[in-house]
């Protein structure tokens, strides 16, 4: 399993990529491939304010559906269009080409709940 040093993990195998008050959100490569072959990504509209850990979408694979939940608050500001043709980016580059959402932070102080690679990797 690949677990990139430069992000923050969930309990709930999220990721997250901080730069400067904004993040990038995605399920992590042990989630995916826990799901197995994701058929279809649903994420709320662009604009839509969440708390940490509320639903922000769902991950649809072949036997089964999954919840994503926001690893810290924040207002989601943009979402990856290209997982409405292409899901299986989730499957094939967690990290780069499937990640999910783009959002603006609320607040920083949550990044201290959440795990660094070596937690994660001791978690999973």
């Known amino acids: 399993m690949d677990t990139p040093d430069d992000l923050y993990y969930t309990e709930d195998h999220e990721w997250l990529q901080v730069d400067d008050g904004t993040a990038i959100v995605g399920i992590t490569d042990f989630a995916q491939s ?21 639903v922000f979408g769902t991950v649809e694979a072949v036997k089964t559906v999954s919840e994503l939940y926001m690893p810290v608050s924040g207002t989601i500001t943009a979402f990856n269009d290209e997982l409405e043709l292409e899901p299986e980016l989730v499957n094939d580059d967690p990290y780069g080409d499937g990640w999910m959402v783009e959002m603006e932070l609320a607040d920083e102080s949550e990044l201290e709940d959440l795990m660094d690679a ?6 999973i």
Request: aromatic letters at 12%; proline letters at 4%.
């Open 34 to 54: 826990e799901l197995g072959d994701i058929v279809f990504v649903e994420i709320e509209p662009e604009g839509t304010e969440l708390g940490q850990g509320e």
């Open 118 to 123: 070596s937690a994660y990797d001791e978690y």
